[in-house]
């Protein structure tokens, strides 16, 4: 796993040099909203919301935040926008009327924004830990406190997801998943593996998909599937797990990478994986994403080209030759466009 960790803080540099270039550079930040908008942090230091489908900006704003690596910004669906434009802040920008609702302070930087069944906003604030907001007035409704045991495995930007009733956060106050009431915050399970390892997350129907890296070295990894009403396991299975590529669901099954170079798919029915296919150290992947479009995974080699994956027919076909860090991935008039 080390190489890809290598690998993705390469492509956050490179992607930090500004260059001359004819179209908006990104920020490793950036995401499709309603299959028409791009959200996303650029180069020049703004906060951007593109349409894809007339290559119009409809929103622009300035960051004064020296930080290389930013939150993703992210939209609702009542066209409100929040980011972090300033250190320190959560600010909240009403869109269609291009005014600015309110501003959230922080002790310290805020490395991840989520918008939540859009009435709630979760942001997650380096060594402090999660804060849930009112997505409409700013105002805190909790805080979760993150554990500073050196006993405990934690990461440095806290993976989260939701349903509308709960929060499951990983590697958090010294469990591999905990689940929250979204109202209040009341703790509701917890679930802890034997492997010490960071974990990554997905909500799908009833479970909890949870992936866990440990020691590559040592051949260490897991799958689990959790029953997401109590935390009770489901399933388990020793897999060498890929920290850095996030799992997508496809036709009911669970995809995902491991640190060995297998794509897999994990049948939530039948509760077991099974590969589809073995890539090798000349197309070694180093995706932070699986992204899907139709039948087609599209995927970023280590060397930075971009192929297409079949999921019918399990074949492989190069799209493009090196570039610097894919994004985002969409459908426009029948044709796959590339977001980097």
């Not at 993976?159 to 509308?164: A, E, G, N, S």
């Not at 590529?245 to 099954?253: E, L």
């Amino acid at each position: 796993m080390n190489y890809k960790i290598v690998f993705f803080i390469c492509v956050l540099l490179l992607s930090c040099q500004k260059k001359n270039e004819p179209k908006m550079r990104l920020n490793n930040t950036a995401s499709i909203f309603n299959d028409s908008l791009l959200v996303c942090s650029t180069l020049s230091d703004s906060i951007v919301i593109e349409n894809i489908r007339n290559k119009k900006i409809i929103f622009s704003k300035i960051i004064n935040d020296d930080e290389a690596i930013r939150p993703q910004p992210v939209l609702d669906k009542n066209n409100l926008l929040y980011g972090v434009f300033s250190e320190n802040k959560l600010s909240c920008f009403d869109i269609k009327n291009n005014v600015p609702k309110w501003t959230y302070n922080t002790e310290e930087k805020i490395n991840v924004i989520k918008a939540v069944n859009d009435s709630l906003i979760v942001i997650g604030i380096r060594a402090f830990g999660l804060t849930v907001l009112n997505s409409q007035s700013g105002k805190p409704l909790y805080h979760l406190e993150e554990s500073h045991s050196s006993l405990c495995n934690s990461s440095f930007i806290i993976q989260f997801t939701f349903d509308k009733e709960k929060l499951y956060v990983s590697d958090f106050q010294c469990h591999t998943v905990a689940a929250y009431d979204l109202k209040n915050g009341k703790k509701l399970w917890s679930y802890k593996s034997s492997l010490s390892g960071l974990s990554k997350l997905l909500v799908y129907k009833n479970f909890i998909f949870c992936g866990i890296t440990g020691n590559p070295l040592k051949k260490e990894g897991k799958i689990v599937l959790l029953d997401k009403n109590n935390g009770s396991v489901l399933a388990e299975e020793d897999q060498a797990f890929d920290l850095i590529t996030a799992p997508i669901v496809y036709q009911n099954k669970i995809l995902y990478y491991t640190y060995t170079g297998a794509l897999k798919e994990f049948d939530p029915e039948e509760l077991k994986s099974k590969t589809l296919y073995q890539f090798n150290k000349e197309n070694e992947i180093c995706s932070t994403q699986l992204h899907l479009i139709q039948n087609d995974l599209y995927l970023e080699e280590c060397e930075l080209n971009i192929i297409k994956f079949n999921l019918q027919t399990k074949t492989i076909k190069k799209v493009t030759e090196k570039k610097k860090g894919l994004n985002a991935v969409y459908l426009s008039k029948n044709e796959v466009e590339f977001v980097y």
